[in-house]
């Protein structure tokens, strides 16, 4: 089997909700092994890029190939196939709330494996231990801080050793001590375990920390593709009020709207 | 997983669903069919068949002896032909008379069958001769108001 | 602002499209749901989970509910028949109607009101919070994993339960008659046990059930399924599924009816 090098490759994606057109001649490849960030505005399309990959979304027009497969085309015998090869972390963690953190974290290999019991519960606690949390396995998710959710839904993610893995927003509202706890466990299984990582995120400082690439999306399409250095050092005006956080800018502080006086006399 | 505690439960509930079945088929339902054992059916025409059913049972003497099986009219005769299925343990002469009966007031029809004194008895596909019809309630009104005009002689209006 | 007659037709054409629309997403989903049944039988244990939830759960409130209905059936039967002198009917009357009709029907109601807007709910949650997305993610298939379960709980729950119903409304019934109001025990059993077909009424009755069950499955799956996923969607979906629910049982209830006791002629 050939290395995939290109292990992402996303052509002139097109992609609508309804009448919105949401991504719009999109490109992007991806390299195996790499962490990729995608970063923009709201809605701006970067969930739907993670749909589109996973096969939960089928573009309009365009081409996403996984592993050198075109994904829309694939029947559900062979996208679920490559599924148990893609782990994904969403952005609440979505545990199953009438499972135990344990059989949360074992339900992979209960559906996808005939491993024994006595196996499932060694690979289960060692996977607990390496995201710190196997003292919680019989804890119910109801009683799980977010981040303890979110890395005992990241260890769920992991459990079939999978060659890419998609995070959906893994930061957003944690507080700083989980967030550097998520960003180290991210890198340290993208390498451990050899993995393709893309992130997608409104972090940038653990961004930076992070990835090896940043990619930025807007109006549908990439705006820009750089590493971590050169946007720290950018000069593009919409890239610097991403970056620092400026409220106006490229991306307005107004929603467009009538002349002020005038809308404060109109009777 | 604790299946076991569901287990428990359910089984218990799908027992008694099954016995609920049972109570109503046995205690409020008549289980005890008619329609197992050998019969044979005889044929039995009426002027009128009423409110005669299918289904509807067949007595003698009060004691359910069968059941009716069909109804359907005569194109030519324009007779009511009633098929009755018979349960093989009775026997019946050839001049039994087959009347059409209402159980109670309100109640549903019924075919009654009278046996007479012959010593040969109906068997598969054999005819009743005598039969007697449906009380049909506008035929009885009328019938009644004719006997009482015929009874008061001379009154005109 | 004025009524525009064009935008009136619009707006109704657009609720008679977006309603067939519907419509045709449940038919689809019916088949993708039929579809995987057969695997489903592998996983018992998820059927038996779900025969607790729907199932065992609503005993308490068909039983009692049964005995209630009963009890009334007696009082008013007693009054009306009371007029004819035909009270040793009065086994008769109550259990045709609940075998046949209040039975499969009610307890379908009560069933929808209670175990199936359960099963919305809790679908729509799993919709909203992510947690089918997962799951699909996971490479294992929610329909074969979530919703077939709960449908086919709801298929062998609701016969289950109604057979229950008619059983304590029978009862209801006799502690009413024949306790309270003094009509002669065996005439209540022996005139009931002469009317009651066991083919054409009871086993219609269970046939009724067991369509309802399967109407009122699908329709709560559905509705869990495609609940939109938010806080106001989930409860949208729950009260829709009782609505539909309650409306689909009446309608089959009245073809049902029609087919299986037209003419016993």
Known sequence: MSEHQDIIRIENVRFAYGERPILDDLSLTIRRGEIVAVMGASGGGKTTLLGLIGGRLTPSAGKVFVEDQNVPDLSKSALYALRRRIGMLFQFGALFTDLSVFENVAFPYREQTDLSDDMIRTLVLMKLEAVGLRGAAYLMPSELSGGMARRVALARAVTLDPSIMLYDEPFTGLDPISVGIIGRLIKRLNVALGMTSVIVTHDLNETLRLADRVVVLSAGKVYCDLAPDEIRISTDPFIRQFADGLPDGPVPFHYPARDYVGDLLAS | ?157 | MKADPIELLTSLGHAVTSRLDRLGLAARFSVAVFRVLGAVFLRFGLIIRELYFSGVRSLSIVIVSGLFVGMVLAVQGYEVLQRYGSTEALGVIVALSLVRELGPVVTALLFAGRASSAVTAEIGLMRATDQLAAMDMMAVDPLARVIAPRFLAAIFSVPLLAALFSAAGVCGAWIIGVKLIGIDDGAFWSQMQASVDVRIDIINGVLKSIVFGIAVGLISVFEGYFAVPTAEGVSTATTRTVVTSSLAVLLLDLVLTVMMFRGLN
């Open chain 2, 1 to 157: 997983m604790n299946r076991s505690k569901f287990d428990l439960a359910v089984g218990a509930f799908v027992a008694l669903g099954i016995f609920a079945l049972l109570f109503l088929a046995l205690k409020v339902g008549n289980l005890a069919g008619f329609d197992t054992g050998t019969a044979y059916v005889i044929e039995a025409r009426f002027d009128n068949i009423g409110g005669l059913k299918v289904r509807a049972p067949v007595k003698s003497a009060g004691v359910v002896v069968g059941r009716v099986e069909s109804i359907s009219l005569d194109g030519e005769t324009y007779e009511a032909v009633a098929r009755l299925r018979i349960s093989s343990a009775f026997r019946f002469s050839k001049d039994t008379i087959a009347t059409i009966l209402t159980s109670g007031l309100l109640g549903e029809q019924y075919i009654g069958l009278e046996s007479g004194g012959i010593p040969e008895y109906l068997a598969q596909g054999d005819r009743v001769m005598k039969t007697q019809s449906a009380m049909v309630l506008e035929k009885l009104i009328s019938q009644f108001l004719f006997n009482k005009a015929a009874e008061t002689p001379g009154q005109t209006k």
